[in-house]
């Protein structure tokens, strides 16, 4: 895993802008801590901070190759692609030779041979940028998912590309403006992400699935993937038997590495599920981390029925290997803001984020490559919102059924100019104009397609964006096989009464891995991802948000009504609303001093 950053103009010479391009990068150097590389022409700049993960000695980027007879393409690259050893087969039999065993090489040469038709042969995690030279045009790739974030915008008559927004807002440029559509990206859909676009005014995020093509005549989006609809046939057993076919290979796809690999075990069935193959891949060699973070008392957070200790000890003393648990304090959450804030570019889902963070810290001591259980509710049906009716029926995005969002904190003023309600509706029909058709289904498998179709393309993105920022801030690359493309293309079209067989969510995943794990962990319900409820750390951030409406020139308070929100600080927390549908009092706190901190901090102008 790295970080790229570039810059494409057809109408100035680039080859003295090392400082740019090197500045660029060098936001990025958390990404790929083991090296930072340029690579410089006539109207092409690009920049590569590595993590050093296949290859160690031969992977070095930008790389170069030369097409049979024409000019040099480039490409700066990040994630992994997961079938470039059967690629390199295939460009053999094409004639290509190769010096390295980087799968850098066999991407690049894979554009060189099919040209853009190449991504629809990946399979990985990917973002990348390739220059080619002969046509001089740029071409940026996303993959299917959305698994890698890739951001880019217009300068002059060239463009700017990155992993993260900081990259881009380095170059002399560029401005961390915000507009209303940032705005309600931030306030009205903080949970249902809108593709493609970004929190910043100009930059814009390339979509899952996409490639981004940009030449001197202007920039244009291409989708190479999508979700597609198809009859379902198979029974349970059927299905179960391709869903433990497919992450069989997929896990054992994904364990491959040049570095120490461990996987992130909470104890649930996704994770578990997850750990006990790569275990078993790898003959026990192998090393779980988990997390453990304030509570109030022992059930009193319904979102986490039990405690993941026991149940992580449990998978991890069957599969006879090492478990780690990083404790995390209130004055680690506390003091930790800013982190998940600078990973992010942007306000964040505050100790959810710095939990996250301290956890991923703690796994880069021991490893450099983690496998995580992220995706596994939105493939399989884990979640309320796509089981419960009251749900499924709102006509909305389903996880926002009965939730306030921050825009309720707006001023007036501000409200009236995004046109939250308006918003909001026009995101939600044009999601669903999205999703895929299979004509003679009912209205009520129609809907089933719409909320998992929905959930893969407007929530999962903010939980691989989460994961993403987090685990690059201290340079883990945390790979995620319920991700892989295969599965959600299938799953995809298996009917809810599948997944859920005899009302039991996940029911498809707890059979395929039953003969791996202890029957406690195969029928242990959901606990989410562990929120801080301690006292302590709630008291503190209260007085923080306290201290932030005493201060008069807050910029905040260009966008939120000061009043309102001392009144809903003085009441009942639990009415205050977070960026997250499981929100908590602590959470919708900190999202307040993050948007200040963050309007502060990257110097972000509002303009209308």
Known sequence: ????????????????????????????????????????SEH??????????????????????????????VITFSGEIYNFQELRLELRAHGWRFTTRSDTEVLLTAYLQWGREFAQRLNGMYAFAIWDAETRELLLVRDRLGIKPLFYARVGRGLVFGSEPKALLAHPDMRAEVDRVGIAELTVLPRARTPGVSVYRGIHEVRPGCLVVADDGGVREQRFWELTARPHTDGFTSTTDRVHELLTDIVARQIVADVPVGTLLSGGIDSSAITA??????????????????????????????QDDPFAKLVAEKLGIEHVVTEISADDLVTGIDRGLRARDAPGWGDLDTSMYLLFKAVRERCTVALSGETADEVFGGYTWQLDSDYISHPSFPWMYGRRQPDILLRDDVRREIDADTYEADRYHEALTEVPVLPGESPERRRQREVFHLGLTRWLNGLLDRKDRMSMAVGLEVRVPFADHRLAEYL???????KTR???????????????????VVNRPKSAYPASRGSDHLRRIRGQVRDLLSEANAPVFDLLDRERVRTMVAGDLNSLPG?????????????????????????????A
């Open 1 to 40: 895993m790295c970080g790229i950053a570039g810059w494409v103009d057809w109408s100035r010479n680039l080859a003295e802008q090392s400082r740019v391009v090197t500045a660029m990068t060098t936001t990025l150097s958390s990404r790929g801590p083991d090296a930072l590389e340029i690579w410089l």
């Open 492 to 498: 995809f079209n298996v009917p809810t009464e599948l």
């Open 579 to 607: 960026p997250i549908t499981a929100a908590t009092p602590a959470i919708g706190l900190t999202y307040l001093l993050e948007m200040n901190r963050w309007l502060e901090l990257y110097r972000v102008r509002i303009v």
């Open 44 to 73: 092409a700049a690009f920049g590569h901070s590595r993590l050093a993960v296949v290859d160690i000695e031969g992977g070095r980027q930008p790389m170069q190759r030369i097409a049979r007879g024409g000019d040099p393409s």
């Open 277 to 306: 193959m790569a275990a078993r891949e790898l003959n026990g060699q192998l090393t779980s981390f988990s997390v453990s973070v304030p509570v109030a008392a022992p059930g009193s957070d319904s979102w986490r029925p039990s």
């Open 502 to 520: 005899s009302g039991v969510a996940k029911a498809l995943l707890r059979r395929a891995s039953a003969d791996l794990l202890p029957n406690e």
